[in-house]
């Protein structure tokens, strides 16, 4: 392959990997973790999106970012590209469905295979592009039509990467697996098949990977509950240095798309052998605590056990029956009631121990895709939450505290979930814009979780209420894998891990392959597959970064000191680095998951929103930019936006503070939380990309906000409007459409707290039981190795 002209390397140039952008320029993110260095686009022709390069820095860009020239390729991140088949020209073309791909791939004469114009493809690339010349590859795989039936989830596991074939090693093992629990699986086990405990899950759920009970016992002299957590054993069959442990730690977690799921092992483990269905012996792990009337965990111990579950249950039948004593669910589940009402009872508990503990209280919408047999979308509606949500969580973060604490007391590297505090420039972003509601934060430069909790409860009443929740939620950091411990911040917790969902996330089989190796009082040392490829990519920013590079270094020493036939240390304490490599690997994961997940919601809601064309709605501001704004649209729960062009003749300066837009003329403010009413204007499915046109409004007067203006509907039917189209907005799907509007499915997330991810939204340019009762300030109780003791005899399963 012809290349530009080399630069000879420098000891100053840098390692980094390329991050592209769909306008044409891009970065590279350096090894070392130091800032960003932009790409133009004369750079970017020479490399494509994820290679890995060596960069120079030749001085600063007009914005006074440092500005770099490419080296060499060091690594060429795309073997294989997946785009649409087009003919441009006379040429046959792939066009790249990752807009962070800047270059279309030349198909020679010959080298389409069986694809025709217009199916997406896969294209292996066969020469790379240089300054001189295009990227030419070949097709190699025709996965079908644009609008075939999942499609859109086909695209998104190729174009983020999501491995979605089980290896052959893999599945051979599985299969070599029993169906069901067999003798020589009890040995060293607590029997707790007498012990009726449920599965609580969602009507959808398909593996049932915790149960849950609960009685009233007595603790010394005081009354207490018994809380009984167990999770499916899963380290049981998937043993270190198998092709299964190579296939789960790969894929880190399952990744859940519209009425299809990617697991992270294969269907015999996590809807088979480690599912805790109703009716069959399975095998788990428990963490059966005692808690007191406080909420506060006197006691707990950790076992192998196997289990019989008693009864499938979903949220909503379990709400029915506490929320409704005399009912026919009720009576139905007449001998599971005092189970369920004792769950309550502590979950009330916990609860209030939570807000006294000032863990912080998001109540954010949560929507569902209801789709057709086709894939494609009916209705978005809002999943509704009830107390029976609510009661499982709390039950779960109570048996993963108690699997941190177990850990730390035990001195045990593994992994925790943790949760930082804000950074300083977020907090000062944060009080800037609370300042202008009148409201303020408390705690000085080092505000606690019960700040902020404190806060939320102002905030909650409020009719700017979701507009300020979801800037305090951008100001919150991403919580993310790492071995040393940092606490949870969100939920104001010292310590917290993930213990509860083996099946799904790989940190939490590496918990449960700990706990078992303190109750054998033998360490755990991980070991890195050589197969297995880590994804140790660099977030934009904070402790994840500095995770990252760290990871990055020691992996790259301990690969050159293999090489060079240095023995490498062994032992619990020498495997630090390789718990920080792990951490980083199931945090990219995760992270890729979520944009994935966003890809394919973002997909389908363009393409429902192609039959609204030309409508109006009504709709609240979600986001402010430089460049316009950004809108959901009430009812139909789909984000778009309005660009600054579209808002009048007048020209709006950007307020970070304020989060709004102003006209300089007219003085039109358009805020955060506003109410507006928004045209259809044009839907972009290639881009994942909404535009809406402002509806104006004669009663506005200058000065005024935008949510406060009479003409502003609240919830109008949609109202055709088809002659208000540009032409431009008439967009087919046939060719890929190139436009400088903002992809709407973008990077700009704020953290997540625990398990819960946050809105993304586009903007800047995303063995035998050997377990000790503990207490913190308690004597321990009696070892686990025998069953122990059901005090509600009525309850038990005959």
């Known amino acids: 392959m012809r290349k530009a002209k080399s630069l000879v390397p420098r000891e100053a140039d840098r390692l980094g990997t390329v991050q592209g952008h769909r306008d044409g320029f891009g970065f590279v993110i350096p090894d070392d973790g130091g800032e960003d260095i932009f790409l133009s686009e004369k750079e970017m022709s020479r490399v494509m999106h994820g290679d890995k390069v060596n960069v120079r820095v030749l001085g600063t860009d007009r914005r006074g970012r440092p500005e770099g020239q490419i080296v060499d390729v060091i690594i060429h991140a795309n073997k294989v590209v997946i785009g649409r088949l087009l003919n441009e020209n006379g040429v046959l073309i792939v066009a790249p469905e990752d807009k962070r791909i800047g270059h279309d791939i030349l198909i020679p004469p010959k080298a389409q ?12 690339i066969i020469d790379y592009p240089d300054s001189y010349r295009q990227a030419v590859g070949r097709v190699v795989e025709v996965l079908g039509e644009i609008d075939d039936p999942g ?89 270190p240095g198998h092709p299964l442990d190579d296939e789960g730690l790969l894929r880190a977690t399952s990744v859940y798309f519209p009425r299809r799921v990617i697991p992270m092992l294969p269907e015999k483990i996590s809807n088979g052998l480690c599912s805790l269905n109703p009716g069959v012996d399975r095998l788990c792990m428990v963490c059966d605590s005692v808690v007191d009337g406080n909420g506060v965990v006197l006691a707990y111990q950790f076992y192998p056990a196997v289990m019989h579950s008693a009864q499938r249950f979903t949220y909503d039948t379990v709400w029915e ?44 919408t949560e929507t569902q895709i209801i789709s057709n047999e086709l894939g494609k979308i009916l209705r978005i509606e809002p999943r509704i939450r009830n107390e029976a949500h609510r009661l499982i969580e709390e039950c779960m973060l109570t048996a993963n505290v108690c699997a941190a604490d177990f850990i730390a007391k035990n001195k045990h590297l593994s992994l925790y979930r943790v949760h930082g505090e804000p950074s300083e420039e977020k907090l000062v972003t944060l009080r800037q814009v609370l300042r202008t509601s009148g409201l303020s934060l408390d705690g000085g430069d080092k505000p606690k979780p019960r700040d902020f909790a404190k806060l939320m409860r102002e905030i909650k009443d409020r009719p700017d209420a979701n507009m300020l929740q979801s800037v305090v939620l951008r100001a919150m950091q991403q919580a993310m894998y790492q071995p040393d411990n940092e606490g949870h911040f969100g939920l104001a917790y010292p310590a917290y891990s993930h213990f509860t969902s083996p099946i799904r996330r790989y940190p939490d089989l590496l918990t449960h392959r700990v706990i078992k190796s303190i109750l054998q009082k033998k360490p755990y040392v991980p070991v890195l597959p050589p197969k297995v490829p880590l994804n140790l990519t660099l977030p934009r920013k904070g402790k994840g970064r500095e995770n990252a590079v760290n990871a990055k270094k020691s992996h790259t020493d301990r690969k050159e000191a293999a ?88 020209y ?75 032409k431009k907005g008439r967009v087919t799907n046939k060719e890929p459409q190139k436009h400088g509007g903002v992809n709407v499915n973008a990077a700009k997330s704020a953290g997540n707290l625990g398990a819960t991810q946050s809105k993304a939204r586009a903007g800047k340019k995303t063995n035998k039981a050997g377990g000790k009762l503990i207490s913190p300030s308690r ?6 190795g025998s069953k122990p003791p059901v005090r509600n005899t009525k309850a038990r399963r005959k």
Request: glycine letters at 8%; one cysteine or more; hydrophobic letters at 40%.
């Open 779 to 784: 004597t321990p109780g009696k070892p686990a």
């Open 563 to 650: 090489a060079k036939g240095v023995r490498l240390p062994k032992g619990a304490n020498a495997s630090l680095p390789i718990w920080g490599q792990l951490g980083v690997h199931c945090s990219s994961n995760e992270r890729r998951a979520d944009e994935a997940s966003r890809d394919v919601e973002a997909w389908l809601k363009c393409y429902y929103m192609r039959d609204h064309l030309g409508q109006e709605y009504s709709g609240t501001v979600t986001g402010v930019a430089t460049f316009g704004l950004f809108v959901q649209l009430e009812n139909l729960f789909v984000e778009g936006m309005i660009h600054v062009t579209e808002l009048g003749g007048d």
């Open 113 to 124: 295979g069986n694809a025709k114009l217009g199916q997406v493809v896969s294209a292996e």
């Open 151 to 239: 499609m859109e989830i086909e695209i998104a596991v190729r174009k983020y990467g999501v491995p979605h074939i089980f290896s052959p090693a893999a599945m051979k093992e599985a299969n070599a697996l029993p169906d069901t629990v067999q003798q020589s699986d009890l040995e060293g086990r607590v029997d707790l098949r007498d012990v009726p405990l449920v599965t609580i899950d969602g009507a959808d759920a398909r593996d049932f990977d915790d149960a849950v009970y609960c009685e009233p016992v007595t603790y010394g002299k005081s009354k207490a509950w018994r809380l009984i957590v167990a999770i499916a054993d899963v380290s049981h069959y998937v043993k």
């Open 652 to 726: 709006f300066q950007y307020d970070e503070a304020r989060q709004e837009l102003r006209g300089e003329r007219t003085g039109i403010r358009y805020r955060l939380g506003d109410r507006v009413h928004v045209l259809v204007s044009r839907v972009d499915l290639d881009a994942r990309k909404i535009e809406f046109s402002l509806v104006k409004s004669v009663g506005a007067e200058p000065g005024s906000s935008a949510g406060r203006r009479q003409l502003i509907l609240a919830s109008d039917p949609a109202r055709s409007n088809k002659k208000q189209i540009p």
């Open 321 to 364: 029956i506490l929320s409704n004593s005399k009912g026919p669910e009720a009576a139905r589940f007449a001998e599971f009631r005092p189970l369920l009402t004792n769950l309550f009872s502590l979950y009330k508990i916990l609860l209030e121990a939570r807000q006294k503990r000032g863990a912080i209280e998001f109540e954010t």
